[in-house]
């Protein structure tokens, strides 16, 4: 694990942040990608704890924050338009909520109960983040669906 400074430009699976605080649950990523030349990066996220693993999002950006009493974990997803989206998945439940209101590039700082404070677009024109989940309007929520997590050969 690193202590390496996270954007939205530099993160990977080797980041701290992606481990809850109480360290039962884990963000990883397949393969990061540039959404454009230059751009911040996105891929494939999943959710690991104990054995299981769960498929979160196909064009996930970083980096992700967790909740500080690990119940639940802000994520920033790419549109099609190449705007950000908040999604929240609450690991005892394993529902993600996606929520409406886009973004330019989001970096979350805190997230104490149902209230996630940050910046939009820390880079150009930043914007303060201050999004209380319970008072936004909500796109989708979907199911998660854990899948046991193959025995890796180490031949």
Sequence with gaps: MTDKII???NFSNTDKN???????YRI????????AMGAPLGGISYLTFKDKIVKINDWTAGPV?????????ALPIWSENRKQKILIVDVNTLLATLYKKEFRVLHFESFIDDH????????????ILDF???????AE????????????SRN
């Design 132 to 138: 209380n989940l319970n008072s936004q309007e909500v």
């Design 7 to 9: 954007t939205a430009w």
């Design 116 to 127: 996630l404070k940050g910046i939009d677009s820390p880079l150009y024109n930043p914007e």
């Design 28 to 35: 990883e990523y397949g393969i990061l990608n540039e959404i």
């Design 141 to 152: 929520i979907q199911n998660l669906y854990p899948i046991q997590r193959k025995a890796i």
């Design 65 to 73: 924050l967790w909740s500080d009493n690990s119940q639940k974990v």
């Design 18 to 24: 992606l481990l809850s605080p109480n360290k039962e």
